[in-house]
């Protein structure tokens, strides 16, 4: 079984910076497909950001340029520099894991519990 653990979110001015971490635990965390998503109430989970297990990375088109992703194999742990945070940035983040057999089938779908990020002056 697989543990993600989400930290980092909190309140921050419009404009500031957060970086969020996501530690793995219970798998080859080298080999996962990572992930960021939030949500905001009564509105369904987006893609924030992902990067694969060769470091290719995707972004979602409102964070482009604001937003990082990077992952440390060495420390099991992924993470979300955020820079030039707007008020639309507020929502529950997530930490994402997918798992792919040798066949390319998702074998495993992991989330975390979640952190907030509030951008409010």
């Known amino acids: 079984q697989v543990q993600l653990v989400e930290s980092g979110g909190g309140l921050v001015q419009p404009g500031g910076s957060l970086r969020l971490s996501c530690a793995a635990s219970?798998?080859?965390?080298?080999?996962?497909?990572m992930g960021w998503y939030r949500q905001t109430p009564g509105k369904e989970r987006e893609s924030v950001a992902g990067?694969?297990?060769?470091?290719?990375?995707n972004y979602a088109d409102s964070v482009k340029g604001r937003f990082t992703i990077a992952r440390d194999n060495a420390k099991d742990t992924v993470y979300l520099q955020m820079n030039n945070l707007k008020p639309e940035d507020t929502a529950d983040y997530y930490c994402?894991?997918?798992?792919?057999?040798?066949?390319?089938?998702?074998?495993?779908?992991?989330w975390g519990q979640g952190t907030q990020v509030t951008v409010s002056s």
């Open positions: 994402n894991a997918k798992f792919y057999d040798w066949l390319g089938i998702r074998r495993g779908d992991y």
């Open positions: 219970g798998s080859d965390f080298s080999s996962a497909v």
């Open positions: 990067i694969r297990s060769s470091g290719h990375t």
